[in-house]
């Protein structure tokens, strides 16, 4: 692929100094430079904050919008990537879309609840491609306006995740994980029910954090053996493809899987469909978890063994050079220059919706 001109709107998390470093749009803009790309990044929230008459994102939101109108004059971007950036306006996409032309795509990597659901609806017409962190049939149901869908999975990044747990026989943590215990889900929920592992099986040397970013987050997965890649689910949502999870994980997945940890993932998700039945240990209730976890406890060899082959599948497979490569690839409508493991369907509106669209151009 040619070179492209790309400008990154997506929150670079200034206020935050740095804890925010291992997120999503710093590893994809990794992918889109190592690439060969020219990225320009506009930090939406951090310009709105700096733009307002006193430090509040919401007072410089206009501002902000003038501003990344003048960067398109300026750059002259080939293709616009969106990452959750609720602050541009539609009017501005459809303003540079009509002054410069370029493809336009957005991606959100978090669950297809229904507040996410209507955000995303809010931008269908204004935008080309929206990429999104469920896969399957559900895309479908939203490709109803103009705007075509497809999957993007969490990525790896050898400069961030450069941990290797699986090579070592001796850390002091066992099990990790760090994040609160969601309430947004019933009782019965996994995520909700791991908060009382540490107390039904204490001969297991659990960590449990909440509200650790930046380094200090990495030196404690640094410490750990497995890890708890539990998301929280969407009550009633059916499993397997068509359901509004269907594929969706937290970004642990690629913290975990491409540091070196073996990780327990919610069956429900569906995730051994992209990553094969051996990358990761697939539960269906606490029961089975709480056994699972006893049984690798006890085997640390094969923790070691399953967690080495992750290791190497996810950074050889879903690493942020190949995520990047493919967003391009299907939003500029090249043929695919790698065999991804991820289901690379993108699904289309309607074609008289296509046909309306364009009469109206």
């Given amino acids: 692929m040619k070179s492209l001109r790309i400008l990154h709107v997506a929150n670079r998390a200034e206020k935050h100094w740095g804890n925010k470093y291992y997120s999503f749009p ?3 803009n990794n992918g889109f430079v190592r690439n060969g790309h020219c990225v320009y990044w506009f930090s939406d929230r951090d310009v709105s904050r700096a ?4 430090p509040s994102r919401k007072l410089g939101v206009g501002a902000c919008n003038r501003k990344l109108l003048e960067v398109c004059n300026n750059f002259q971007p080939d293709v616009v990537v969106l990452g959750h950036a609720e602050i541009i306006r539609h009017e501005t996409l ?4 009509a002054r410069h032309n370029p493809v ?3 991606y959100d990597i978090d669950l297809l609840h229904v507040d996410n659901l209507k955000k995303i609806d809010g931008r269908n017409g204004y ?3 929206y990429f999104v962190g469920t896969g ?4 479908g149901e939203l490709a109803t306006k103009g705007t075509r869908f497809a999957y993007i999975p969490n990525p790896v990044d050898p400069s961030i995740d450069c941990l290797e747990n699986h090579a070592q026989a001796d850390l002091p943590v066992e099990v990790f994980f760090a994040g609160q215990i969601s309430h947004m889900v019933d009782t019965a929920d996994l995520r909700t029910q791991i908060a009382a592992l540490p107390k039904d099986m204490p001969e297991v040397k659990f960590g449990f954090f909440n509200g650790v970013w930046g380094h200090a987050y990495l030196r404690l997965v640094e410490q750990a053996r497995m890890g708890l890649s539990i998301s929280v689910g969407l009550k009633n949502a059916g499993i397997g493809d068509g359901s509004y999870q269907y594929l969706y994980s937290s970004d642990r997945i690629s913290q975990y899987l491409g540091n070196g940890l073996l990780a327990f993932v919610e069956k429900r998700f569906c995730l051994s469909d992209i990553y094969g039945p ?3 240990v697939e539960v269906e209730s606490y029961e089975e978890l709480k056994e ?3 049984f690798f406890a006890r085997r640390n060899d094969l923790r070691m063994q399953q967690a080495a082959h992750s290791y190497r599948l996810v950074h050889d497979e879903f690493n942020e050079r190949l995520v990047a490569n493919f967003m391009l690839e299907t939003a500029t409508d090249q043929p695919y220059s790698h065999d991804y493991r991820w289901p690379t369907r993108v699904w289309s509106p309607p074609a008289a919706v296509l046909a309306s669209n364009v009469s109206q151009a």
């Fill in 26 to 28: 710093y590893k994809i």
């Fill in 136 to 139: 399957g049939k559900v895309l």
């Fill in 292 to 294: 699972q976890i006893a």
């Fill in 94 to 97: 459809a303003e540079i879309k």
């Fill in 104 to 106: 336009i795509v957005e």
């Fill in 127 to 129: 935008v080309d491609f």
């Fill in 278 to 280: 051996d990358c990761l």
């Fill in 51 to 54: 733009l307002a008459p006193i």
